[in-house]
T-cell receptor, first 114, second 115 residues
Framework: EPEVTQTPSHQVTQMGQEVILRCVPISNHLYFYWYRQILGQKVEFLVSFYNNEISEKSEIFDDQFSVERPDGSNFTLKIRSTKLEDSAMYFC????????????FGEGSRLTVL | AQSVAQPEDQVNVAEGNPLTVKCTYSVSGNPYLFWYVQYPNRGLQFLLKYITGDNLVKGSYGFEAEFNKSQTSFHLKKPSALVSDSALYFCAVRAPNTGFQKLVFGTGTRLLVSP
């Protein structure tokens, strides 16, 4: 069964460093998302992406965050200068369509900022 | 703004008993509603969804949910709980006023099924 894959599974970084989290969505999906979850609590929407551009972003997704799909398969989330409060589990998701389709989530990338 | 509420942080049930995990929503128009489950240190897995049609929807692992428009609820149910159902459950909504773009999650309910 196709699945969303994410790398790395865990990254530890120093405050102020840049981090790139990578995702390979399911191949025939067109809509891509990043969510984050802090301490196993609420799952928060960060950004949605379609047709090589951001379709919606939350207030969390400030200028320190960016996304891109550089090669037609990978979907990346970059945090330019990490802060302590960026420590979280980051989930990538993809969906075959934007309205009624469910999201398929990866296993997550745990980011720890020291 | 669209929102979904899960009023219980935790639900405890004995194995073999029926379980209910509650969810209410607050959106304009007719929402699309989803349930996801998260096992420890894992991603979110889709269980079921309501888009339109029959108010009772059936999903994975014997779970079902009933859409109740008058009560703006979408409670998750299972007739007979298993210990392996113990996990974190999230209700989520897509709303028409946002073009159904994003999936907004509730705060989650931890289900603990005791042997």
């Amino acid at each position: 069964e196709p699945e969303v894959t994410q790398t790395p599974s865990h990254q530890v970084t120093q405050m102020g460093q840049e981090v790139i989290l990578r995702c390979v969505p399911i191949s025939n999906h067109l809509y891509f998302y990043w969510y984050r979850q802090i301490l196993g609590q609420k799952v928060e929407f960060l950004v949605s992406f379609y047709n090589n551009e951001i379709s919606e972003k939350s207030e969390i997704f400030d200028d320190q965050f960016s996304v891109e799909r550089p090669d037609g398969s990978n979907f990346t989330l970059k945090i330019r200068s990490t802060k302590l409060e960026d420590s979280a589990m980051y989930f990538c998701a993809s969906s075959p369509e934007s309205r009624t389709g469910e999201l398929f989530f990866g296993e997550g990338s745990r980011l720890t900022v020291l | 703004a669209q929102s979904v509420a899960q009023p219980e942080d935790q639900v405890n049930v004995a194995e073999g008993n029926p379980l209910t995990v509650k969810c209410t929503y607050s959106v304009s128009g007719n929402p699309y509603l989803f349930w996801y489950v998260q096992y420890p240190n894992r991603g979110l897995q889709f269980l079921l969804k309501y888009i339109t049609g029959d108010n009772l929807v059936k999903g994975s692992y014997g779970f079902e949910a009933e859409f109740n428009k008058s009560q703006t609820s979408f409670h998750l149910k299972k007739p007979s709980a298993l210990v392996s159902d113990s996990a974190l459950y999230f209700c989520a909504v897509r709303a028409p006023n946002t073009g159904f773009q994003k999936l907004v999650f509730g705060t989650g309910t931890r289900l603990l099924v005791s042997p």
